[in-house]
Antibody, heavy 116, light 111 residues
Framework: EVQLVESGGGLVQPGGSLRLSCAASGFTFSAYWMSWVRQSPGKGLQCVANIKEDGSEKNYVDSVKGRFTISRDNAKNSVYLQMNSLRAEDTAVYYC?????????WGQGTLVTVSS | DVVMTQSPLSLPVTLGQPASISCRSS???????????LNWFQQRPGQSPRRLIY???NRDSGVPDKFSGSGSGTDFTLKISRVETEDVGVYYC?????????FGQGTRLDI
């Protein structure tokens, strides 16, 4: 059974940083693209970033380019999202998701709140 | 970005009756590899989204056959043949053809 467990969310001030982690199990992690998708009341569901199986290709939505960095460690079956220069509009539940085009399996999400 | 437009946004239904949700994209979702990456998700209250349908009409493992997807190009439909209490929630379409991949606004289904 696929399991995705996110961690690292919390309350942060505008301009601050957070690093989200996702521990994956139950499938061959190194064989799948991985994604981060966020959900906020105001903007619904949004694909934030994704990363190829070997980490050689990454994509970001324009609103986070230059501020967020996705990475993975296949030896640890984990994917990460480093978030810098956080803004109020980044407030959302962040989900770790398997695959890119299909968004097949989802974690339970971790809440990020950007507020002073 | 590709805009995904769902209708209706609210769908009150009677138990045992069918339901249908429309999703339209602002451009064709046919990818250069020949696939059409249109997915449907269900989000029950308090839960993460769950994928029901991928590539227009393929049901995920464990998804009841009362759910069906159809369509092509820019017009897609999710149908539920007989609505049950457990189907209450918000349904989203999502395109995985053009980056950034985008979701519809969601359709709230209630009894």
């Amino acid at each position: 059974e696929v399991q995705l467990v996110e961690s690292g969310g919390g309350l942060v001030q505008p301009g601050g940083s957070l690093r989200l982690s996702c521990a994956a199990s139950g499938f061959t992690f190194s064989a799948y693209w991985m994604s981060w998708v966020r959900q906020s009341p105001g903007k619904g569901l949004q694909c934030v970033a994704n990363i190829k199986e070997d980490g050689s290709e990454k994509n970001y939505v324009d609103s986070v380019k230059g501020r967020f960095t996705i990475s993975r460690d296949n030896a640890k079956n984990s994917v990460y999202l480093q978030m810098n220069s956080l803004r109020a509009e980044d407030t959302a539940v962040y989900y770790c998701v398997t695959t890119a085009r299909g968004c097949e399996s989802w974690g339970q999400g971790t809440l990020v709140t950007v507020s002073s | 970005d590709v805009v995904m437009t769902q209708s209706p946004l609210s769908l009150p239904v009677t138990l045992g009756q069918p339901a249908s949700i429309s999703c339209r994209s602002s451009q064709s979702l046919v990818n250069s590899d020949g696939n059409t990456y249109l997915n449907w998700f269900q989000q029950r209250p308090g839960q993460s989204p769950r994928r029901l349908i991928y590539k227009v009409s393929n049901r995920d493992s464990g998804v009841p056959d009362k759910f069906s997807g159809s369509g092509s190009g820019t017009d897609f439909t999710l149908k539920i043949s007989r609505v049950e209490t457990e189907d209450v929630g918000v349904y989203y379409c999502m395109q995985g053809t053009h980056w950034p991949f985008t979701f519809g606004q969601g359709t709230r289904l209630d009894i």
